[in-house]
């Protein structure tokens, strides 16, 4: 990681930075640092957030998705390879009307994945075939079934640990 203090310089100003510095192959943030008498310095996040932190909150994973939609938008317009730094995929858990398998791969030529496209172990791809079906039987104006926010953290984190070495996935589902 790199880290560039700019000194008066306009949101537009260190924006450009960020972008011209990062080029094709790095995810960019941009920070506020802020001195607090009480409490200390400490950075109030304007663009992305602290990369190297797992995110804990559908904020955070909001900020996180800005990251890497701009890196791999970039990466799909130069025609590079639609990974993150470190050499993963990004894969989107989260419903969407009409569609059996939940699972989304942005700017690919396909953007939608079935199950087969994936190395997940049967009874997972059982388990997110079943929790889709839940979402997809409700009308549209039905609340979410009891538990279903919960049991979709359990499956994403089940889910990651089947993909960690290919993939980062990014849960959708509390966003919507």
Do not use: C
Not at 106 to 134: M, R, V
């Amino acid at each position: 990681m790199t880290t560039v203090d700019l000194v008066d310089a306009t949101f537009k100003d260190a924006e450009w930075s960020a972008a011209t510095l990062a080029g094709d192959d790095n995810l960019w943030s941009i920070a506020l640092v802020v001195d607090d008498s009480d409490r200390g310095r400490g950075l109030i996040w304007l663009v992305g957030g602290d990369y190297n932190s797992p995110p804990q909150s559908p904020r955070e994973w909001k900020m996180r998705a800005e990251m890497q939609d701009r890196l791999l938008a970039l990466r799909s317009r130069k025609s590079l390879p639609l990974t993150l730094p470190d050499g993963r995929r990004v894969i989107r858990l989260f419903p969407d009307w009409g569609r059996e398998w939940p699972f989304w791969e942005s700017f690919s030529e396909g953007y939608t994945l079935d199950a087969e496209d994936l190395p997940l172990s049967d009874e997972l791809a059982g388990e997110i075939y079943a929790w889709n079906a839940a979402w997809q039987e409700r009308a549209e104006t039905d609340p979410l079934p009891d538990g279903w926010i919960e049991h979709g953290r359990y499956l994403h984190a089940r889910m990651q640990t089947e993909l960690d070495t290919i993939a980062e996935v990014r849960p959708g589902f509390e966003l919507r």
